[in-house]
């Protein structure tokens, strides 16, 4: 599953919610992704007058258990 969020008071935050089965995979996932070749030259030329995100948080989060 995967979402996209926004606050209603700062809409130039997005939140990206991903739902992984485990935070290995997880890990091993995003680091294959800012590895890939294909992925560095669309973000180099995408951000050539600057960058298109200022900050990026990783937050794991794990299910209540009521």
Same mark, same amino acid.
């Given at each position: 599953?995967? %979402?996209f969020w926004t606050a209603s008071d700062d809409p130039d935050v997005m939140y990206y919610i991903v739902e @992984?089965?485990? /935070?290995?995979?997880m890990e091993q996932a995003w680091l294959a992704f /800012?590895?890939? $070749?294909? @992925? %560095?030259?669309?973000?180099d030329n995408t951000e050539q007058?600057? $960058?298109l995100v200022q900050?990026?948080?990783s937050t794991p989060l794990d299910p209540l258990k009521l």
């Open positions: 599953m995967t %979402q @992984w089965s485990d /935070r290995e995979t /800012r590895d890939n $070749p294909e @992925w %560095q030259v669309i973000k007058d600057g $960058p900050s990026i948080e």
